[in-house]
């Protein structure tokens, strides 16, 4: 299985900038992707950009431009810099992986348990 673990939330004013860090720990073989969701209230959960092992990226386009997407395969690690914050980026942000726990396996979906992102207006 695989252990993902969210960190950067916190309160910032509009305009602002969070990076968010999510470390993957546990038992697995390789995470062919990696990426950002998140979930404002009332609202579904969205992609917010992913990417691949190879390092291929994807933004949405409500965050171009202003978000970055990173990951560190020897770390495990993937990082997402949000730069010029609005309002309506305020969600509970979640890290996603797929990834597979044998080298004969198939990829399977894994979640964190969330980090908190508010932006003042």
């Known amino acids: 299985q695989v252990q993902l673990v969210e960190s950067g939330g916190g309160l910032v004013q509009a305009g602002g900038s969070l990076r968010l860090s999510c470390a993957a720990s546990g038992r697995f073989f390789s995470i062919n992707v990696m990426g950002w969701y998140r979930q404002a209230p009332g609202k579904q959960r969205e992609l917010v950009a992913h990417?691949?092992?190879?390092?291929?990226?994807m933004a949405a386009d409500s965050v171009k431009g202003r978000f970055t997407i990173s990951r560190d395969n020897a770390k495990n690690t993937m990082s997402l810099q949000m730069n010029s914050l609005k309002p309506e980026d305020t969600a509970v942000y979640y890290c996603?992986?797929?990834?597979?726990?044998?080298?004969?396996?198939?990829?399977?979906?894994?979640w964190g348990q969330g980090t908190q992102v508010t932006v003042s207006s």
């Open positions: 990417i691949t092992d190879g390092g291929a990226t």
């Open positions: 996603n992986a797929n990834a597979r726990t044998t080298s004969w396996g198939y990829a399977r979906s894994y």
